[in-house]
């Protein structure tokens, strides 16, 4: 542990990304104590107001307010929330089908394996984002929805990692130790060599968190994933994309947010499989 | 030597000519449905069909309600109001298309044919592609007139079954455009009849070449145009959906000018010197329709109760960004018969909540609006006036959910009566208040699709038909004054707006006149 700590703080990138993500967290979970108005609140006679500005009633209105007269601060901090509850579900999703699947396949091998990995090989086949659109599509446009869509189109890539470290570790002399002993195959799979994979997960999860804020916004983008009023950012993004010329914070400051978190993760996931791959740990 | 001179300055003359020919491009806001307005409810449709294509017996003058002389040089109107016999313009050419060679030109036939392919059950084309005919049955066209009957090849006399005040300016509106006889049996004989309104051939000022869909749509100018050629010679229709997409095209110059551009760009456009902006009041209505024939707003009093949830003063600052006025009647302010002596309905959510508790919904009920998924004058952005109204009725307690299709869809959807709430309006076509108050609330307009209220009111019905029969001024105004008073107590709508129209276009662009009813018409359109 000591040594993992050491090596992802050699990475200045994911150290900084990792910081920054803790203040993310830290204000999506407070969300409602730090924002200063409710995301929902209409203000009469405060439209599209600009940044560090104040309203006729005298409400401070820090990144303005939008087309409709909502604070915007406010808006962005809430979507904070749904963004890294977007995130979290679709990479638990993907963990949990995932993990069933991608372990089954990597530990039996054989038809299972087949018929698993061509599952995979169908679904990788067709362009993600509009797979997600024709699963919204038919499920009905809703966040929820949305998050199913963008976690069955990431779940490929889950599988696959999965499988590919499964196969490594079951061919080791520890498991063949074990089978030997005459364990069961839930004691193999799941206690002996699951752990031992461990790495590779870690370092998928956190960049699927990343691509599922970011497929989940480009729905919203389509208006295909949150509906209103609910303050996510992709949607955030498509509704103020007319006032690019006249009032172009708010068109700015949600696509800033996405761009930052979706970056903080993937550094973060850098660092992480740079501190947590032995090979790499080695060369320096 | 000479022989390379010559040659030389042919090539010049050839280039130059080249040169000459004038393109125009429209940046327009959305697919037609078809190229037919007989089928078509929509201004994308007109302007694409009727406006380009197509002419009528009569014509709206540019720029103005009045009906003045089209493929009909001249009519008479008999004492009892029932009989109108038209003298046809003669020589009229059609179109000549990649497909079709017309043998001859326009006549009698035409006439009956357009017009007995929608009244006429068993004409052969009255099935073809859907066979809805939404326009001419909202307005109860089929039971108003009785017979058109061919006097002689250029003679025609419409038989009504009773005195129709309107009847002139409805044969000027788009529905009532001329198609080509000839050319339907040209079809009929190849058996695809269904291209009629795909491949449209029309007698108007632009002839249809090509339709991408979603993409483009592209004319030539119809040299034998019967008032002559008109002054570009190719024009194009840019479909594109996206407002402020628009008018980036515009300021690049990739368009001369856009339909509906977004109100948020008027300032921008104004201050652009290449770019001009013309404005009018236009003749229109922005609504939110409550389906009275759903639960709960079968109920008189969860209507009144809406519409005094809504604040629509704050709907005129955020969303028209002030060029619009709040509405109290369905129809427009310039519309004569308009009625004065209206009281509207305050923005109060206390009386909601209280009118509520007297239907019986004190904790409020779950429902969803249609939010108008394309930007028009009456309503430049149906989502973002839906999250408003979904926060004005949160606060009496209705929880709403915001639901929205493409265009097409959602015209089709509502006209079949699948909402509870939709976001629509109206631009008035033929400037007569039976053309607001009979086509969107009429009860032969829930049976067509247009009354997407589904209101059918007996007393309201009564009053807008005694206006029709007359040709009084005075006594259909008190008629129609006595309809938007039930209208205003019985509210199967909230009126919302009626707006100012813009219209953009490069500098170079002449002899643009805008219409009263909102189309956009480019014969007599020059580029400089």
């Given amino acids: 542990m000591k040594t993992f700590f050491k090596n992802f703080t050699k990475n200045k990138g994911a150290t900084v990304a990792l910081f920054l993500l803790i203040c993310f967290l830290f204000v999506a979970i407070f969300a409602p104590l730090l924002a200063p108005y409710s995301p929902n609140e209409i203000f009469e006679d405060a439209y599209k107001l600009q940044p560090m500005s104040y309203a006729a009633n005298g409400n401070l209105h820090l990144l303005g307010t939008d087309d409709i007269g909502r604070d915007f601060l406010s808006r962005l901090i809430y979507g904070t929330r749904v963004s890294f509850g977007v995130g979290l579900m679709v990479v638990v999703l993907d963990l949990i089908f995932g993990l069933l699947l991608g372990v089954s396949a990597g530990y039996f091998g054989g038809k299972v394996d087949a018929f698993i990995m061509r599952l995979v090989d169908v679904i990788m086949s067709l362009p993600s984002i509009l797979l997600a659109i024709v699963i919204v599509a038919l499920l009905g446009p809703s966040l929820i929805n ?6 069955v189109v990431a779940l490929p890539n889950f599988i696959r990692i999965i499988r590919a470290a499964v196969m490594a570790e079951k061919q080791k002399s ?38 599922g804020i970011l497929n989940v916004a480009a729905l919203g983008f389509l208006g295909m994933g949150a509906q209103a009023p609910t303050p996510e950012w992709g949607v955030m993004l498509t509704d103020s994309k007319d006032y690019l010329e006249t009032a172009s914070w708010l068109v700015t400051m949600p696509g800033l947010c996405i761009l930052v978190l979706v970056l903080c993760f993937n550094l973060m996931g850098d660092g992480l499989r740079d501190a947590l791959d032995p090979k790499l740990r080695g060369s320096d | 030597m000479r022989l390379i001179t010559f ?41 694409a069909s009727s406006r380009t294509i197509y002419n009528r017996l009569v014509e709206f003058k540019q720029g103005s309600t009045k009906v003045s002389p089209g493929l009909a040089t001249k009519w008479t109107v008999s004492k009892d109001g029932k009989e109108f016999t038209f003298d046809l313009r003669k020589g009229v050419q059609f179109h000549t298309t990649e497909n079709y060679t017309p043998k001859r030109t326009f006549n009698a036939d035409d006439v009956l044919f357009s017009f007995n392919r929608m009244m006429d059950k068993s004409h052969p084309y009255h099935l073809v592609n859907g066979g809805t005919y939404e326009y001419f049955r909202s307005m109860d066209m089929g039971k108003v007139i009785s017979k058109v009957e061919k006097l002689d090849e ?27 006889a000839e050319y339907g049996d040209h079809l009929a004989a190849k058996k695809q009849k269904e291209k009629i309104d795909m491949l449209p051939v029309g007698t108007g000022p632009f002839v249809f070449k090509k339709y991408v869909k979603d993409t483009l749509i592209r004319y030539t100018a119809h040299v034998g145009y019967y008032e002559g050629k008109a002054k570009i010679d190719n024009l194009i229709f840019s479909i594109t959906t996206d407002k402020s997409v628009r008018t980036q095209k515009l300021k690049a110059g990739e368009c001369h000018f856009v339909n509906e551009p977004s109100v948020t760009d008027i300032a921008s456009i104004r201050a652009n010197k290449k770019l001009k902006v013309i404005s009018q009041p236009g003749l229109n209505v922005g609504y939110l329709a409550m389906n009275t024939e759903k639960k709960p707003f079968d109920n008189v009093l969860v209507r009144q109760a809406i519409n005094h949830a ?41 009386k909601a909540k209280k009118l509520l508790k007297k239907a019986g919904l004190e904790n409020g009920f779950e429902t969803t609006i249609w939010t108008l998924p394309v930007s028009r004058p009456y309503n430049p952005s149906g989502k973002k006036m839906g999250e408003m109204m979904q926060a004005d009725l949160a606060k009496v307690g209705i929880k709403v959910k915001l639901v929205t299709f493409k265009w097409t869809e959602y015209l089709k959807k509502a006209s079949a009566g699948e909402h509870d709430m939709l976001q629509l309006g109206w631009t008035g076509d033929n400037g007569d208040p039976d053309n607001f108050l009979n086509t969107l609330l009429g009860c032969a307009a829930v049976k067509a699709g247009s009354n997407y209220a589904r209101w059918c009111n007996k007393k309201y019905q009564f009053h807008v038909e005694r206006a029709k029969v007359s040709t009084d001024i005075g006594f259909r105004s008190k008629h129609y004054k006595e309809a938007q008073a039930i209208f205003k107590q019985q509210v199967p709508w909230v009126t919302i707006a009626h707006s100012k129209v813009f219209k953009a276009m490069a500098k170079g662009v002449t002899g643009y006149t805008q219409s009263p009813f909102g189309s956009d018409i480019f014969y007599g359109v020059d580029i400089q």
Avoid at chain 1, 146 to 151: D, K, L, N, R
Avoid at chain 2, 158 to 175: C, G, K, S, V, Y
Wanted: proline share 7%; hydrophobic share 45%.
């Fill in chain 1, 146 to 151: 949305g998050i199913i869509a963008v976690s």
């Fill in chain 2, 310 to 350: 809504l604040n629509r003063e704050a709907y005129m600052k955020a969303i028209y960004l002030g060029n619009a006025t709040v509405a109290k009647n369905p129809i427009p302010p310039t519309m004569w018969s308009y009625q004065k002596a209206t009281k509207g309905y305050d923005f109060d959510p206390e």
């Fill in chain 2, 7 to 47: 040659l030389i300055s042919l090539f010049m003359a050839f280039n130059l000519s080249a040169a000459k020919k004038k393109t125009f491009v429209y940046c327009s806001e959305a697919s037609p449905k078809i190229f037919n307005p007989q089928l078509g409810t929509d201004g994308a449709t007109f302007n």
């Fill in chain 2, 154 to 180: 250029y003679k025609i006399k419409f038989i009504l079954t009773r005195p129709e005040a309107p009847f002139l300016a409805n044969l000027a509106m788009d529905f009532a455009s001329i198609l080509s």
């Fill in chain 1, 174 to 211: 520890y498991v063949m130790a074990n089978t030997n002993f005459g364990a069961s195959h839930f004691r193999k799979a799941v206690l002996n060599i699951l752990p031992n994979c461990l790495a590779p997960i870690i370092v998928q999860t956190s960049l699927g968190f990343s691509d």
